[in-house]
Nanobody
């Protein structure tokens, strides 16, 4: 099983980006999925999380600006980021609790995608 994140880049303050994370492999089911982020010199933190039934929760710092969603038919996770601020600059990692046919239930991480918010 692999998670492939994409969509990062350089954006001006106030701009928008959409991150994607596609899961592939011998997947039986995907439970909760999440986006974490790690800013330079800081610990990795949870940005947003979504359950298999679509319930969501957000860090206070992104609430009202970010929207997490998933397409279960495509095994893909999204993060729509609006009104971006310089403090949103970080490497964004996707994370998922996946049951695969060979090794059971495990947590998987994507490789990270860099988001830079700067003028």
């Amino acid at each position: 099983v692999q998670l492939q994140a994409s969509g990062g880049g350089l954006v001006q303050p106030g701009g928008s980006l959409r991150l994607s994370c596609a899961a592939s492999g011998s997947i039986s089911s995907i439970n909760a999925m999440a986006w974490y982020r790690q800013a330079p010199g800081k610990q990795r933190e949870l940005a947003a999380r979504i359950t298999s039934s679509g319930n969501t929760n957000y860090a206070d710092s992104v609430k009202g600006r970010f929207t997490i969603s998933r397409d279960n038919s495509k095994n893909t996770l999204y993060l729509q980021m609006n009104s971006l601020k310089p403090e949103d600059t970080a490497v964004y990692y996707c994370n998922a609790l996946i049951t695969d046919w060979s090794s059971g239930r495990n947590i998987y991480w994507g490789q990270g995608t860099l988001v830079t918010v700067s003028s």
